[in-house]
């Protein structure tokens, strides 16, 4: 199948959508919606944003140093719309959205979404410049995770969550499993009573007669 030739662009799809809670020191705070963010280093853990400055949370970030991402689910979608397209500057996106706010472990300002299944919070060890957004590398401090999603053995299930995604501009469920991490490369397990199991069982005992005889 022939393909088409584009110009750069952003094509490494689907990305988080995640809503960032910010606050400032005089106790305002807000959410926006960003796509731009991800994984930096496992150790320390570390992520990243990407915020436009023109942005009305960029002043925060600058101010603080501190913000949360807040995973999203299928529940939370048109909050996260709604927090990537309106500004904190002309209304109060907590009451429009109906979200709660929830004190951080370990952030002084910014506060957490409660109603996430997952609150990661950050604190900024570094920003680049790099045209229309500015990164933010942040260490991450604490992680808040809804107990509703640990299964009776204390296994965290964000599985069950119904996160979703963004994808070229679209927000999209996740949808079902295909596998764990290393499937690809794991020998399948043998069942007691199959057929193998039966053959190498049959094998042996050929073995042992042989021996007695």
């Known amino acids: 199948m022939a393909k088409q030739i584009w110009k750069g662009g952003?094509?490494?799809?689907p990305v988080p959508a995640v809503m960032v809670s910010v606050g400032n020191k005089a106790g305002q705070t807000n959410i926006f919606t960003v796509a731009w963010t991800g994984n930096v280093c496992t150790n320390p853990p570390m992520v990243y944003i990407s915020v436009r400055p023109e942005r009305y949370s960029y002043e925060f970030i600058e101010e603080t140093g501190e913000f949360v991402l807040n995973l999203t689910t299928e529940k939370l979608a048109r909050?996260?719309?709604?927090?990537?397209?309106?500004?904190?500057?002309?209304i109060d996106k907590w009451t429009e959205c109906r979200l709660t706010r929830e004190k951080a472990a370990k952030l002084e300002y910014a506060p957490l979404i409660k109603e996430s299944p997952v609150n990661i919070e950050c604190r900024v060890k570094q920003?680049?410049?790099?045209?229309?957004?500015?990164?933010?590398?942040?260490?991450?401090?604490s992680v808040d995770a809804d107990e509703a999603y640990l299964d009776e053995k204390g296994g965290f299930r964000l599985d069950k969550a119904d996160l979703i995604a963004y994808s070229h501009g679209?927000?999209?469920?996740?949808g079902e499993k295909l596998g764990s991490f290393g499937y690809s490369v794991k020998k399948p397990a043998v069942k007691k009573g199959s057929s193998a199991n039966s053959k190498k069982k049959a094998a042996n005992k050929k073995i042992s007669a042989a021996n007695k005889s």
């Open 127 to 141: 920003a680049l410049d790099l045209g229309s957004h500015r990164m933010y590398i942040a260490d991450v401090l």
């Open 170 to 174: 679209d927000y999209m469920s996740l």
């Open 79 to 90: 909050a996260t719309d709604f927090c990537g397209v309106r500004s904190g500057r002309d």
């Open 10 to 13: 952003n094509m490494v799809y």
